[in-house]
């Protein structure tokens, strides 16, 4: 080895290390627990695939948060990329506040996954929280109780997930900001609206930045854990049964771990099966810059 | 100039680096991690006891680490798997078993036969508690009984008289009285354990959970929801969506001490007795608490006394023997159980909890009392240990309980459903 790749190899092992330790050996022994009864505290004993039998033929629940995890993705993903591309698009604007806006837009995307905020938003909407109190403030007192009724709780969820758009928004800026200017220069000689503008010009350049905040936004929100667990722990009556959060109870409150392991590879194949599906869309609606 | 820099922190990373030698070579410092779950109450009066120790025996030093109940079993699950659970760690009687059978527990008996621990004053039925087999793995540290802990400040004020042993009529109509007079509800330990459903199958002589099969027919189980439908359509259970917003299991969130209006408190909470303390404290400004048994119509049958908590020593553990003097600790000395106040229940040592007894608060010589001279004389034995499958079971009928009361299923329903399931997660299934 020359010296030059040994020093390579020596600036890279800690990563490589990492990879194999915090990665790679998890995820092998993930595997092999899916395939056993198994639950932390005694030894594994291997049952075939009667984990994955279970999850497809006897466990309603299994069905229910998989519903319920559809259900949060496919209305706080596009929910939270409009809000994303919207303050975007305002805050491209060049004013004396600009960066103190962007980085408090921001904020809510590095601390919104946090415990602290979670529970912040428990009491938020909570039956004498902030939220009712304002509301009170209008005439009658108020104490509908947000996070006790089945058909709003999950609303609450998505609400936190949608306020955390800094990360797409700060993505979509940067792109915005590519967009050469010349382009809507000779738009306005011709007499182009704001809308068509947007329409023929900004929208079909975003779109590939679009394409890549879609398929992160949408990995994110299967994945989406801290707040359900801290929030509404599922309840009530698995309104609110995050998938993720079914298969923590399943690992580490019934001591079903190999169970809990099966689900995550179920969960692994959906999320790239969907992201495949998402690049199958791709040629139909994404600019790819005429290349 | 920069050679000169560099040599003076040589010298002085060496210099440290000799001081920590002879540090550690003088005073060989025994780490101890000791864990436990339970309320702010017990975590401030259990760090003071460890910090006693550690000022009595100046090699030993404490690392003390607290959880909510559910957290805390995950944790020791997880620590257990990778063969670094704390030295110490606080068992219950429920996974006492399980934990045994799977090798994570030290055998306390070589400590005892060699006078490290000495239990001399602990009373034989109470020790035997901890023993799995031929082995003591788990010293009990103290006792309780299921209590209900009420409002008196509120009750007294509004003339309503309670009394020991009550009846379920008597308490259904006292639940009723109650929120008619003070619109306070009442919270029959929703979701919180399943000591409660154990209690009212004890009334009529089934346990519940038996080795591989639930005990009574889908009949008896009907009375575990028919309480809470009943409740829920008078009008004095409290409404399940208040629980949405709490951690349930947490006295100081308990609806008996937190809430905003008398709609979304309960006048009572069915706890185990050494929690008075921390409801007590978690309580408003001005609230006095009570304590009484848990209704039954056969209170001799249900009530039962039942060994607080453990302590265990793992096998994890490197000093094994410096853990097992720390016990040792825990159970006789008198300054370390004035420091404690009971708050994990009665001293298990009679010497001990003789000599604390008059230095105790006025809330914990209630709670000796009432142990002492309500349940000890008008109770049975404890059921043995539930097998490890029963925690599924709890989380069931933890969403029986939520239905039956959301109105989704009727209790007869969700009887039906706890019989069909519970049986199957019984046996195995």
Not at chain 1, 44 to 54: A, H, R, S, T
Request: proline content about 4%; some cysteine; overall charge negative.
């Amino acid at each position: 080895m020359s010296k030059e790749s040994t020093a390579g190899v020596i600036f890279s092992l800690p990563f490589i290390i990492g990879l194999i330790a915090f990665i790679l050996v998890p995820m092998g022994m993930s595997l092999y627990y899916s395939f056993c009864d198994y639950n932390i505290i005694s030894e594994p004993v291997f049952v075939g695939l009667d984990n994955y039998k279970k999850l497809f033929t006897g466990d309603e629940i299994f069905l229910t948060s998989l519903g319920i995890t559809f259900r949060f993705a496919l209305i706080s993903v596009p929910l939270r990329l409009f809000f994303a591309l919207a303050v975007a698009m305002i805050l491209l604007k060049k004013t004396r506040m600009t960066g103190f806006y962007r980085a408090t837009y921001y904020l809510p995307s590095i601390i919104g996954g946090s415990v602290a905020v979670s529970i912040l938003w428990k009491r938020l909407f909570a039956s004498d929280g902030v939220l009712n109190l304002l509301i009170s403030g209008l005439g009658e007192p108020f104490t509908y109780s947000w996070l006790g009724n089945t058909s709003t709780a999950i609303w609450v969820l998505i609400i936190l997930s949608v306020w955390q758009f800094g990360s797409s928004m700060l993505i979509f800026l940067a792109s915005l900001k590519q967009i050469p200017t010349s382009l809507y220069e000779a738009a306005k000689v011709d007499g182009a609206s704001r809308a068509s503008q947007f329409c023929k010009i900004t929208f079909p350049l975003l779109t590939p930045t679009l394409f890549f905040n879609l398929v992160m936004q949408t990995i994110n929100g299967f994945l989406a854990f801290t707040q359900c667990y801290i929030i509404t722990q599922g309840k009530p009556m698995n309104s609110t049964l995050f998938y993720t959060v079914y298969m923590y109870q399943q690992s580490f409150e019934y001591y079903h771990t190999g169970y809990g392991a099966a689900m995550a590879w179920v969960m692994l194949a959906l999320i790239a099966m969907i992201t495949w599906l998402l690049f199958g869309t791709k040629k139909f609606w994404v600019y790819d810059g005429g290349l | 100039m920069k050679k000169g820099i560099v040599t003076l922190l040589v010298l002085v990373l060496s210099l440290s680096l000799c001081i920590t030698a002879i540090a550690q070579e003088s005073t060989e410092p025994i780490n101890l991690t000791v864990a436990w779950w339970g309320s702010q109450t017990r975590a401030d009066v259990t760090q003071a006891a460890l910090k006693l120790y550690a000022s009595e025996n100046e090699n030993v030093v404490f690392d003390g680490q607290f959880f909510a109940f559910a957290d805390y079993w995950n944790k020791l699950a997880t620590a257990a798997a990778g063969h670094t659970m704390p030295d110490v760690i606080q068992m219950d009687y429920k996974y006492l078993s399980q934990y045994v059978s799977n090798g994570l527990l030290a055998d306390l008996t070589p400590y005892i036969e060699d006078g490290t621990l000495d239990v001399s004053g602990v009373d034989q039925s109470v020790l035997d508690s901890g023993k799995v087999g031929d082995g003591l793995y788990a010293l009990c540290i103290g006792i309780n009984a299921p209590s209900l802990i009420y409002n008196k400040t509120l009750l007294d004020a509004n003339g309503i008289a309670i009394k020991d042993n009550m009846s379920m009529e008597e308490f259904v109509a006292l639940c009723r009285e109650v929120y008619e007079k003070t619109g306070y509800k009442t919270n029959i330990c929703y979701n919180n354990g399943t000591t409660w459903a154990e209690f009212q199958m004890r009334a009529k002589g089934i346990v519940l959970f038996q080795e591989d099969k639930l005990g009574g027919t889908q009949e008896d189980l009907e009375e575990i929801f028919s309480i809470y439908e009943q409740g829920i359509k008078e009008g004095w259970h409290v409404e399940p969506s208040v629980f949405a917003e709490v951690s349930i299991g947490q006295p100081e969130q308990e609806p008996l001490v937190y809430g905003s209006t008398p709609a979304s408190m309960s006048w009572c909470a069915f706890y185990y007795s050494n929690n008075m303390t921390a409801l007590q404290n978690a309580a408003p400004e001005g609230v006095e608490l009570g304590i009484t048994t848990w209704p039954s119509d056969e209170p001799q049958k249900a009530n039962f006394l039942k060994p607080a908590m453990f302590f265990a020593v793992t096998v994890d553990s490197k000093a094994p023997e410096a853990a097992a003097k720390f016990l040792n600790y825990w159970t006789n000395s008198v300054e370390c159980n004035k420091t404690l106040v009971g708050e994990r229940g009665v001293p298990v040592s009679a010497a001990v909890a003789a000599e604390i007894k008059d230095s105790m608060s006025a809330v914990n010589q209630t709670v000796v009392n009432y142990i002492n001279n309500v349940v000890t004389p008008n109770c049975s034995v404890i059921n043995p240990p539930v097998p490890s499958a029963a925690s599924e079971v709890y989380q069931l009928i933890y969403q029986l309980q939520e239905k039956v009361c959301y109105g989704a299923i009727t209790a007869q329903e969700a009887a039906a459903e706890l019989f069909e399931q519970g049986n199957a997660i019984m046996a195995g299934k």
